[in-house]
């Protein structure tokens, strides 16, 4: 089955997680995306350019933040909206939590063929965007949402009123997702070429840190916002420094950043 569009990228993530995982020592420990890139039909998989570390980070980072929130809730529903090829649940030792993946019914379809069923895990084939997965949340559950490499590619008055929706819906509730700086964001809309056969699509959506804070008083429900870091990479002297310099306040907007909304 072949992908297009904005949905061909969960190929890109899970090349470079599945790259990551194959290494002497590897930051992330993905033994289905190693599985499902090693048997995958891709006529070029090498088309996207060379794999990025920054994949695999944010993969785990998502996984702390999820691990963090589920541990002592056994009553939790994660929602992972674009959840694509993302292998979290199974990352994760497969938890005892309701897990509910949203996505085009294409992706879905793959998912499907290639990953196990599972008793916790649905899916719901609609767009994040189409308010129908709301009512598939048992309201009893506390719940996490996760949108991994997805707000990107969206509209942003979409985005802000989907998060104002899920406030609104699931008091209490989580939400993690990430999103790229304003200059990332201008050279995807002119064209950014991952290598001569590949062109991202475009990402209009851009949320820096402080704009991401300021979500606390300009959409109702949102209680606080969280800047969660990247984990360290390597070598671990370079990303220490790397992140004191770009957690100073002059250059913090200038980077990619993860954000934990709490309703």
């Keep these: 089955m072949k992908l297009d569009g904005v949905s061909a990228t969960t190929l890109w993530t899970l090349r470079s997680r599945a790259i990551e995982a194959q290494r002497p020592n590897p930051l992330l420990d993905d033994p289905w995306a190693v599985r499902i890139f090693n048997t995958l039909e891709d006529d070029d998989p090498d088309r996207f350019g060379r794999p990025l570390r920054t994949h695999a980070l944010r993969a785990l980072a998502f996984d702390r933040v999820t691990r963090e929130h589920i541990a002592g809730r056994p009553a939790t529903t994660v929602v992972a909206l674009g959840e694509g090829l993302q292998t979290s649940y199974w990352r994760l030792g497969?938890?005892?939590?309701?897990?509910?993946?949203?996505?085009l019914p294409p992706v879905i379809d793959l998912r499907e063929q290639i990953l196990p069923a599972e008793p916790r895990?649905?899916?719901?084939?609609?767009?994040?965007?189409?308010?129908?997965?709301?009512?598939?949340?048992?309201?009893?559950?506390?719940?996490?949402?996760?949108?991994?490499?997805?707000?990107?590619?969206?509209?942003?008055?979409?985005?802000?009123?989907?998060?104002a929706d899920c406030a609104r819906r699931f008091p209490g509730g989580r939400l993690i997702y990430d999103s790229i700086p304003a200059w990332y964001s201008k050279l995807t809309l002119i064209g950014l070429r991952l290598s001569n056969r590949y062109t991202a699509p475009p990402m209009p959506l851009s949320l820096s840190v402080s704009q991401s804070a300021r979500l606390v008083r300009t959409i109702p429900g949102v209680a606080a916002v969280t800047d969660v870091p990247l984990p360290l990479g390597r070598p671990r002297w370079r990303a220490r420094l790397a992140r004191r310099v770009t957690d100073l306040p002059l250059v913090r907007d200038l980077r990619p950043a993860i954000t934990l909304l709490h309703f």
Excluded: C, Q, T
């Design 94 to 103: 497969k938890p005892d939590v309701d897990w509910l993946s949203v996505d």
């Design 121 to 163: 895990v649905r899916a719901a084939r609609m767009s994040a965007l189409d308010r129908g997965w709301l009512d598939l949340v048992d309201p009893a559950h506390d719940v996490l949402i996760s949108a991994e490499g997805l707000f990107m590619y969206l509209d942003r008055a979409e985005v802000l009123s989907l998060i």
